[in-house]
């Protein structure tokens, strides 16, 4: 773990962050990501690896392969539970040198206008929430992720 590092504090408890634990390993945590928003995004996921290190390129094998199923049994799981067309895949890694995968919901009837990992945020119908509502997601997708 890195001392100055947003995720690395993350895993240490130093940050909280909405809802509740999706899924843990040995390589990966899973959780519903923060805004400041009092009514949140519904389905806003985030897969950290949880060594430090900057990038997709260095990942070790093990690593990749739960990074990749994790973010195959969670974008299975909003698409069968919650009305979603479609999950959005995004690492960037220029704020957060830590590898972290954004995955973000569509939702069906989204205009098309919203489609992009932040674009479905500006859109006015959007599935939002408070704190209860995140936490009814997680446990959704936990409970799924159990089953499969």
Same mark, same amino acid.
């Given at each position: 773990m890195s001392e100055k590092c947003f995720i690395c504090? #993350? %895993?240490?408890? &130093?940050?909280?962050?909405?809802?509740?634990?999706? $899924?843990?390993d040995d390589y990966v945590y899973v959780g519903h990501i923060d805004s400041n928003d009092q009514l949140k995004y519904i389905g806003h996921i985030?897969?950290?690896? #949880?060594? %430090?290190?900057?990038?997709?390129?260095?990942m070790t094998m093990e @690593?990749?392969?739960?990074f990749g199923i994790i973010m195959a049994k969670i974008s299975a799981a909003l698409m069968k539970l919650d009305g979603v067309e479609h999950v $959005?895949?995004? /690492?960037?890694?220029?704020? /957060?040198? %830590?590898? =972290?995968? =954004?995955? /973000?919901?569509? $939702?069906?009837?989204?205009? &098309?206008? $919203?489609?992009?990992?932040?674009?479905?945020y500006d859109w006015e119908d959007a599935p939002r929430g408070d704190e209860n @509502? /995140?936490? @009814?997601l997680c446990n959704r997708l936990k409970i799924y992720l159990e089953g499969h």
């Open positions: 504090d #993350k %895993h240490r408890g &130093k940050i909280n962050t909405s809802g509740i634990t999706i $899924y843990e985030m897969i950290d690896l #949880k060594r %430090h290190v900057p990038t997709l390129g260095d @690593e990749a392969s739960a $959005y895949a995004l /690492v960037s890694g220029n704020s /957060v040198p %830590h590898l =972290h995968m =954004h995955l /973000v919901a569509r $939702y069906i009837n989204t205009p &098309k206008k $919203y489609w992009g990992p932040m674009a479905v @509502e /995140v936490i @009814e």
